[in-house]
């Protein structure tokens, strides 16, 4: 028995390292044979190409007028542009809960919180690097008396020194930094008021 084994495998060790061996591809210049075309070969208009059917004779073309997007028809303005097609700058529209806040404090350390340090004083680590221009103070009265919705647009489009984060973060995510920044403004523009009376009784 054992010798018809080791017969058995002395034939299938040759075969198999012929198979592999096989297997190991060659250059050939002959024409591929396709069995089945899949999307391999298929008409196309590449974007720069030529196009005689367009009067420009471009094959990219400007959408028409008026057109947008599928889901980025952002007709909410207070949502979208902080009230700024408005006379008046809006409110912050989002339901102010410790998840929001979670998040706003999570995308300020990423985004703000390099220039306007992570108390929002704005002594953030570009200033230690010699960054020429302070950031303004987000606790001085001038900025606590801003819009949420100027707040907004400014993390949008940016102002002065700041560039424009409306590329980075999305609006929601934008929001939730406003309503982070509101809470920092509450540890340093509180009032006793600010407590609920059952708890008054233990501040010292």
Not at 112 to 141: E, M, W
Not at 161 to 187: C, F, H
């Amino acid at each position: 028995m054992k010798s018809l084994y080791r017969t058995a495998l002395a034939l299938a060790v040759p075969a198999l390292v012929s198979a592999l061996l096989g297997c190991r591809g060659q250059t050939t210049e002959k024409t591929p044979i396709w069995i089945k075309h899949g999307m391999e070969f298929q008409p196309k208009m590449l974007p720069y190409g030529q196009n005689n059917i367009f009067p420009d004779g471009r094959n990219m073309q400007h959408p028409p007028e008026g057109t947008v997007a599928v889901g980025l028809l952002k007709q909410d303005d207070v949502y979208y542009r902080g009230g700024q097609d408005t006379a008046h700058y809006a409110a912050n529209p989002m339901k102010i809960d410790a998840m929001l806040l979670d998040r706003g404090q999570e995308r300020f350390q990423i985004y703000c919180a390099p220039c306007h340090g992570r108390t929002g004083a704005g002594n953030g680590i570009v200033i230690a690097h010699g960054f020429p221009v302070p950031p303004p103070n987000f606790h001085d009265d001038r900025v606590v008396a801003f819009a949420d919705g100027y707040i907004f647009n400014v993390i949008t489009h940016g102002v002065r020194n700041m560039p424009s984060y409306g590329k980075q973060v999305p609006e929601e995510d934008r929001w939730a930094i406003v309503a982070y920044l509101r809470a920092l403004q509450r540890t340093t523009h509180a009032t006793v008021n600010d407590v609920p009376e059952s708890e008054r009784a233990n501040l010292k």
